[in-house]
């Protein structure tokens, strides 16, 4: 398993006139938190775009449970349970700084070749900074 | 069923360095789709809210079959198959103007009364409007 | 003189908790009503990165007179005051139905080769288009 | 003078097919860099909404000279050269992590009284915690 947590803090410019957090704008959370956690363990997501893949988002789930207020600081947690093979599952959760959860979800990533624009599999250069997390 | 097709055109703002439209910003189209139908039995989401109630999103799942692109002119369907109780269930599908299936998804809504902030049942004002396609 | 007016319905994502649409979110009117200027003498943006160039924005003012409010129509005007040599002045001003004046503004944009990324002169099959109006 | 930096780290969503920062996007950071700066001398700008005062944006001007890309690290500073009165001007700069100049602006706010929705002079308990600084 790979796990990472990030914090974002809650820009005004995210709330709605409901006075909370839009819901829309966690995908953006999301991607924070995945692309922190491929930092962590040593991949930026431009190398790989530098490297001829894009990894664009299969499906997206999220459960929002609590809403998020503004200048929050959230702490967005990202998780990989699986070594990838043609798509990549990460979960997250984001939680207020009282540990309450506000937002759960999931996304599917898959990974293109971008001259082709055909899936392809995971690339080595990425399961070779995973592997040692399985 | 209640169900209504609204015309997006996709923003340059949109658009990522991927080239297509990022895919937090469907939940937008999906807003923009759900007001619409709204609007198209009767009821503004503005008149909803100056009559007490909010609407928070409580989930949302995506999947995103196909990338729109710039100044693509989408055609985003929302689609409520049952009269609402506690809760709003609506299903969106995007299509471009090939007629190809881009996205689809749907969302839960509440209804919150705005002063006890409280889920209420759905208001006999909203269900009056729909009960005749049902 | 080049003018054009567009509609713009607010969006829920695009208010803030302030109840009105937050500042940042007028640069995209204005993108909707400068493309839609185009598309209507004959070109889209689309069109013009297609061949070969890219017009970033150099410069943005915005003047906020009054607020914008959820589910507004906003009639968003562009002009074009002269025609273009080595950049594009494009002014702005956002109208509600009530026919108030809510904003104002202004962009400069160049011309950029996507190949040798330097700004040129304005591309003939713009100017031909737009001569007749000036 | 109170002056103040702060990192932001550019999202993908934030990106546009031009493959740089979409012009619309610094608004949000210049809001980061003003609410960091007023956090660094002890006042948020959640507080100052519930001391009963709104601080809408009355003007920006943005320049842009060099654009920022995908997962730049931007120190955005934002500058106050004078004690407010019933406008607050704020300068700002946006610098990538080589020091090269990448966007320059500045916006004014004014004070609104959040229940007579009128202009106000900026309010003592913010007055007090600048003062030390002119």
């Known amino acids: ?18 006075g909370i957090v839009y819901y829309g704008n966690y995908a953006q959370y999301f991607e924070v938190a995945r692309v922190e ?8 997501y431009a190398f790989i775009e530098k490297n001829g893949i894009f990894m664009p988002v299969l499906n997206l789930n999220c459960q929002f449970h609590s809403p998020a207020y503004y ?3 959230l702490l967005v947690e990202a998780c990989i349970t699986e070594l990838p093979v043609t798509r ?3 979960t997250y959760s984001v939680h207020n700084t009282d540990g ?8 599917d990533l898959a990974f293109i070749n971008q001259n082709t624009k055909r899936p392809v599999r995971c690339p ?10 399985f």
């Open 37 to 44: 956690l491929l930092r962590g363990i040593g991949i930026t």
């Open 124 to 133: 080595e250069f990425i399961l070779e900074k995973m592997r040692g997390y």
């Open 100 to 107: 309450k959860l506000l937002t759960s979800g999931s996304t």
């Open 1 to 18: 398993m790979i796990r990472n947590t990030t914090q974002v803090r809650v820009r005004y410019a995210e709330t709605d006139q409901m």
């Open 71 to 73: 200048d929050d600081l």
């Open 88 to 90: 990549i599952h990460i």
